[in-house]
């Protein structure tokens, strides 16, 4: 006889298989706030996968990466266009997308934690990320910034 009862069934059930050791979550928040947007979502999606989320909870944290870009330009193209102005709102939504990315993963990484797994480092593709995806995102800022002014 079996139960439906949600306390008798076992709490770490069968994950699907991973495709690397996933990042430190507080890892990924140091990538949102040096790097923006992109270099945050770029590093939450390769984790995602890593951690063997479902395909649907992975595009939803890409999604909340591209919302958190869409606002930051549509904010900066309504705005007065300053650039420090500018930079405080890139950081707040770059972050604001961290935090509800975190929470996507959240579920997933504490298994991973609870099975013993240990953790990929972060730093050398966090840099990479922040020189590259910054720097993409920084351009894209400063053009939204140079068509506000004009």
């Known amino acids: 006889m079996t139960s439906t009862?949600?306390?008798?069934r076992p709490t770490l059930q069968q994950q699907p298989r991973s495709s690397g050791r996933p990042w430190?979550?507080?890892?990924q928040g140091y990538v949102a706030f040096f790097g923006g947007t992109l270099a945050g979502t770029a590093v939450?999606?390769?984790?995602?996968?890593?951690l063997g989320?479902?395909?649907r909870r992975?595009?939803?944290?890409?999604?909340?990466?591209a919302a958190a870009l869409a606002a930051t330009l549509a904010l900066l193209t309504?705005?007065?266009g300053i650039l420090a102005g500018a930079l405080t709102v890139e950081r707040i939504l770059a972050m604001a997308a961290y935090l509800w990315q975190v929470r996507l993963q959240r579920e997933p990484d504490r298994v991973f934690v609870l099975r013993g797994g240990e953790y990929a480092p972060l730093l050398g593709v966090g840099v990479a990320a922040v020189a590259g995806l910054g720097l993409l995102e920084g351009v894209l800022v400063h053009g939204a910034l140079a068509a506000v002014s004009r």
């Open 53 to 55: 989320l479902p395909r």
């Open 58 to 65: 992975v595009l939803a944290v890409a999604s909340v990466g």
């Open 24 to 27: 430190r979550l507080i890892s």
């Open 5 to 8: 009862d949600p306390l008798l």
């Open 78 to 80: 309504v705005g007065s």
């Open 44 to 50: 939450a999606v390769v984790n995602a996968t890593r």
